[in-house]
């Protein structure tokens, strides 16, 4: 048994919305980002100057810092590729997903 619950945000009967719609956000997924990303990032350990642009400009916050290099937790990394873009060093490549 799920511990989530769906919360309807008003009475759907009082509103006469059609009953065949699908529903939208009222399930929580436990799907994560990690489970549909089609690239990774990969750090190359020589280059990374610990700089933290990656950790700074990463919009899920899944830089994770080690003590001469940041890598990423692949759980909830979406693949984005925006650290690899930002950058100064190069030192990070996106790699597509194997399949």
Known sequence: ????????????EQANVPDDLCPVATDISPMLPGDWRSQRPVVDRDKCVKCAVCWLYCPVQCVEEHAAWFD???????????CATEC????????????
């Open 1 to 12: 048994m799920s511990r989530h619950q769906s919360y309807p945000l008003f009475n759907l």
């Open 72 to 82: 990423f937790n692949l759980n909830t990394c979406k693949g984005c590729g925006i």
């Open 88 to 99: 100064p060093q190069r030192a990070i490549t996106m790699i597509g997903e194997a399949q």
